[in-house]
């Protein structure tokens, strides 16, 4: 289901920075881990990021490690994905997904999404 919103996407240049944000639904961050997915032109969905519900714990990607960090905002009701020094190899489509407190990595695992949003890294 789509209760998720993305946005932010755009085109960067390699080495550049981009933010990306999901908007969740009002009391849905003390309940639910929001993770970021990618999905590149003919590969599966994959996990990038999450943070759990209550904001105790986050998760990256190998290749994202030191590079990206999610954070939230109660107050307005999103979860962000701060993308810095990226890579052609960042270049996909990103959702947000929503599974119950804790994060799962696997998509099948989300119960919510969002529609997407599109980052393409130029060189």
């Known amino acids: 289901q789509l209760r998720l919103a993305e946005s932010g996407g755009g085109l960067v240049q390699t080495g550049g920075s981009l933010r990306l944000s999901c908007a969740i639904p009002?009391?849905?961050?003390?309940?639910?881990?929001i993770g970021w997915f990618r999905q590149a032109p003919g590969r599966g969905r994959e996990a990038i990021s999450c943070?759990?519900?209550?904001?105790?714990?986050?998760h990256y990607r190998d290749s994202v490690k030191d590079r990206f960090a999610v954070s939230r905002d109660k107050a307005k009701n999103t979860v962000s994905l701060q993308m810095n020094n990226v890579e052609s190899d960042d270049t996909g489509i990103y959702y947000c997904?929503?599974?119950?407190?804790?994060?799962?990595?696997?998509?099948?695992?989300?119960?919510?999404w969002g529609q997407g949003t599109q980052v393409t890294v130029s060189a």
């Open positions: 943070i759990s519900a209550l904001g105790e714990t986050t």
């Open positions: 009002r009391g849905w961050l003390d309940h639910y881990a």
């Open positions: 997904g929503a599974s119950p407190r804790t994060c799962d990595s696997h998509p099948a695992g989300n119960n919510y």
